[in-house]
T-cell receptor, first 111, second 117 residues
Framework: DAKTTQPPSMDCAEGRAANLPCNHS???????VYWYRQIHSQGPQYIIH???NNETNEMASLIITEDRKSSTLILPHATLRDTAVYYCIVRAGGSNYKLTFGKGTLLTVNP | DTAVSQTPKYLVTQMGNDKSIKCEQN?????MYWYKQDSKKFLKIMFSYNNKELIINETVPNRFSPKSPDKAHLNLHINSLELGDSAVYFCASSQVAGASSYNSPLHFGNGTRLTVT
């Protein structure tokens, strides 16, 4: 799986958009970008994934650059409950069962 | 109606003991996993079972023995516990699609915090 690079920490004001960047410059054509988050003392939670196109769901938006070498997770209106470690993971589709977590970004949403 | 449930939530035991952690998923997924999160918060895969068949074993000591009686259950038995086994163990499940398709996201349980004294 391609390696990802994320800032170790970020801050965001409550109610503002949180934009979390991820670099994956060695991504292959069949590799998807997944985002998970882990709130303190809980198991990781799936947020969103994408291959080429931008994606949006009830939790977040995922913007993938045209060359697919980086992406941004956007939480449009961050709340205190969004404080968590956010993981950007690149993984091929098909029979690849393994999801490898890096260090992630600790997002702290401040009141 | 918890999707992935693990028991127990906390487990405190002494070195040398044998213990088990149970995991059940009610999502109808065909693949289950065990992950270990150490004190530095790194989350590493240990095992994966697809339709009760072991498909991933990430250089885990053979003191750790997963058992999958059916697709909905994946238990983890640990023999001769060591101090270094102290960690949070997460169970997860997913539905693995066929070739050239993405696999469904992983659904995680809330973890079992194992403390070995």
């Amino acid at each position: 799986d391609a390696k990802t690079t994320q800032p170790p920490s970020m801050d965001c004001a409550e109610g503002r958009a949180a934009n979390l960047p991820c670099n994956h410059s060695t991504i292959s054509g069949n590799e998807y970008v997944y985002w998970y988050r882990q709130i303190h003392s809980q198991g990781p939670q799936y947020i969103i994934h994408g291959l080429k196109n931008n994606e949006t769901n009830e939790m977040a938006s995922l913007i993938i650059t045209e060359d697919r070498k980086s992406s941004t997770l956007i939480l449009p209106h961050a709340t205190l409950r969004d404080t968590a470690v956010y993981y950007c993971i690149v993984r091929a589709g098909g029979s690849n069962y393994k999801l490898t977590f890096g260090k992630g970004t600790l997002l702290t949403v401040n009141p | 109606d918890t999707a992935v449930s693990q028991t127990p939530k906390y487990l405190v035991t002494q070195m040398g003991n044998d213990k088990s952690i149970k995991c059940e998923q009610n999502l109808g997924h065909d693949t289950m996993y065990w992950y270990k999160q150490d004190s530095k918060k790194f989350l590493k895969i240990m095992f994966s079972y697809n339709n009760k068949e072991l498909i991933i074993n990430e250089t885990v000591p053979n003191r750790f023995s997963p058992k999958s009686p059916d697709k909905a259950h994946l238990n983890l038995h640990i023999n001769s516990l060591e101090l270094g086994d102290s960690a949070v163990y997460f169970c997860a499940s997913s539905q693995v699609a066929g070739a050239s398709s993405y696999n469904s996201p992983l659904h995680f349980g809330n973890g079992t915090r194992l403390t070995v004294t």
